[in-house]
């Protein structure tokens, strides 16, 4: 194997050829940034090769002093565009109509609404960082990737963890060398919640997931890989259902396949060199760097309360009238809801699933299709 070193200027190398052919383009073309490190590592890129000033867009729900640093450091044109309560209320429907089913994560309507500021300024091309936590190792779970991977190497441990009783230590290494652990690692919610709101056990919900995850413990991209095949596509098809329904094109260099194969032959301790996540991609300033990971989450706890802007939203979830009611328990969603307005219990993921769900349901399953332009109409109409 190479020395760390070589590794770090090989990956320098190639994320510079994947920034840098994916700026050819015969319309303006952008950035996203929101001043965490996959952004700025693309924006900072892209705004040295290029010859004119690069613009940049970045979405939040305040002031952006992060995203504004990094797009002075690169001296790009610089774009904000506040998500707040009221427009996330007034994009679901529309939006959810684009997705074809229900949004599985609340900050689709960010994106979708800074990929149409983007449409309005001319821009209709935006490099963005998605892909990097999942190749690179983003999340605190890829340290689990390293125990897994160094414990199944060792026969003796793998034999002992499969007839291992599931509970105290034993338990732990049984869970941690099986195949349920990747499927785990990257879920929101165990599937006792789905049943539990369904009101029935049925079909294992995360049975196809279980079939993508890699059999063998102790083979070191184990984790990486799984997070690619099944976390990562949720968050592509939502990059691109939500910037297309304003027609704008999304490009993800830090998922160039040269440089995804070759990150993929790393072992997990190169990428997380030192117990750092996506040591790999540190190399610009340390104010960039050192910062905590930056991701682009919605508080839709704070909004799911009575009086505020997606407080009908949940209350709609009790009501016997809802599409969805008949394949709903009324009485453990109502709990949850009553756990979360008291502050008892944090329930948003669950919540935003449902209200999701219920936007979904109303719009393909309702009394009556709602009339209005597919999101986007307007904006290829202004090419």
Request: hydrophobic letters at 45%; a neutral charge; glycine letters at 10%.
């Amino acid at each position: 194997m190479r020395r760390p070193g070589d590794q770090v200027g090989r990956g320098r190398t190639l994320i510079r050829d994947a920034v840098e052919s994916r700026l050819g383009s015969d319309v303006p073309l952008g950035a996203l940034t929101s001043g965490g490190l996959d952004s700025s590592l693309t924006t900072t890129i892209a705004a040295a090769a290029g010859e004119a000033p690069l613009d940049t867009f970045c979405v939040g729900f305040e002031d952006a002093p992060e995203a504004r640093e990094v797009a002075a450091a690169a001296g790009t044109r610089h774009h904000e565009i506040e998500l707040s309560a009221p427009a996330l209320e007034r994009e679901i429907d529309r939006l959810t109509w684009a997705n074809d089913e229900p949004l599985f994560a609340s900050n689709s309507v960010g994106i979708h609404l800074v990929a149409d500021h983007a449409k309005r300024q001319g821009v209709t091309v935006l490099l963005s960082g998605e892909g990097a936590d999942e190749v690179f190792g983003g999340y605190g779970r890829y340290h689990l990737a390293m125990r897994r991977a160094s414990l199944g190497r060792i026969p003796a441990l793998r034999a002992a963890a499969a007839h291992a009783p599931p509970v105290g230590r034993a338990g732990r290494l049984r869970a941690l060398l099986g195949p349920d652990a990747l499927v785990g690692a990257n879920a929101f919610t165990p599937p006792s919640e789905a049943w539990a709101l369904a009101g029935r056990q049925g079909d294992d919900p995360i049975a196809r997931r279980r079939a993508m995850a890699p059999g063998e413990p102790g083979r070191e991209d184990d984790l990486f890989v799984h997070d690619q095949r099944t976390y990562l596509q949720g968050i592509l098809q939502r990059q691109d259902r939500m910037s297309m329904a304003a027609a704008v094109e999304m490009r993800e260099p830090l998922l160039d396949h040269h440089l995804v194969e070759w990150a993929n032959g790393l072992p997990p301790e190169v990428k997380l060199a030192g117990g750092v996540t996506k040591s790999l991609l540190r190399w610009l300033p340390r104010s960039v760097v050192d910062r905590p990971k930056n991701g682009f989450a919605v508080p839709t706890g704070e909004w799911m309360m009575p009086g505020r802007a997606l407080g009908d939203r949940v209350a709609a979830l009790t009501d016997p009238g809802a599409p969805m009611a008949s394949a709903l328990d009324g009485d453990e969603v109502g709990r949850r809801i009553a756990e979360h307005r008291a502050g008892t219990a944090d329930h948003r993921v669950v919540l935003w699933s449902l209200v999701a769900l219920d936007a979904w349901a109303r719009v393909f399953l309702g009394p009556r299709m709602r009339a209005g332009l597919l999101p986007g109409a307007a904006a290829v109409s202004r090419r």
